[in-house]
């Protein structure tokens, strides 16, 4: 099962195991990054408290593997509230320049 938020990969589960792809901040994604990917056993660990991807750096491996050949076979199409936030924040990032002239 994939978690896709805002056209990026957030999580893949399998089994008893969920992997999460966090992304350091929307505007700059950076998914698949070791230091950003957690696991978890959600049998046992239903919150999704206790990263185990220390410990278990072989299923880490296969399940981004798999996350990774499963994604690239969806299409996504352009989320439109990303679109919506970009279109927003150049608004007032052209709006501060102009204040800034004056």
Known sequence: MLTILRGELKAYRKGSYKL??????????QPYEKNNIRLFNINIDTKEQWDI????PEIVA??????????SKIHKAEPMFDRYIFEVIAREEAAAKANKIR
Not at 53 to 56: G, R, T
Not at 62 to 71: H, I, N, R, S, V
């Open 53 to 56: 991807s220390d410990k278990y």
């Open 20 to 29: 999460h792809f966090d992304t350091v901040n929307f505007l700059n994604p």
């Open 62 to 71: 296969d399940l981004t593997k798999e996350a990774k050949a499963y994604d």
